[in-house]
Nanobody, 119 residues
């Protein structure tokens, strides 16, 4: 199983970005897909997650600004980030939790994509 993220970049405060993540491989099901971020000198933190049934969870710091979505048939998830702030600057990682394949049940991580918010 591989997770591949895309959509990071450099934007100014107040602008928007859309991150995408595709999980590939022989996947039978994925319980939850989500996004984490890690800023320099800080621990990795949950940004948003969504279950296969559409139950969403957001960090307080992004509520009202970020929206997570998911396409179960395509094993993809997107993170729409609006009204970006400098404190959103971090490497964003895609996570797939509860992944059932032919041989394994577990979680997987993408390689990360850099988001920089600066004027």
């Amino acid at each position: 199983v591989q997770l591949v993220e895309s959509g990071g970049g450099l934007v100014q405060p107040g602008e928007s970005l859309r991150l995408s993540c595709v999980a590939s491989g022989t996947i039978f099901s994925i319980y939850s897909m989500g996004w984490y971020r890690q800023a320099p000198g800080k621990e990795r933190e949950l940004v948003a997650s969504i279950t296969g049934r559409g139950v969403r969870n957001y960090a307080d710091s992004v509520k009202g600004r970020f929206t997570i979505s998911r396409d179960n048939a395509k094993n993809t998830t997107h993170l729409q980030m609006n009204s970006l702030k400098p404190e959103d600057t971090a490497v964003y990682y895609c996570n797939a939790d509860g992944v059932q394949t032919r041989d394994r049940f577990g979680d997987y991580w993408g390689q990360g994509t850099q988001v920089t918010v600066s004027s």
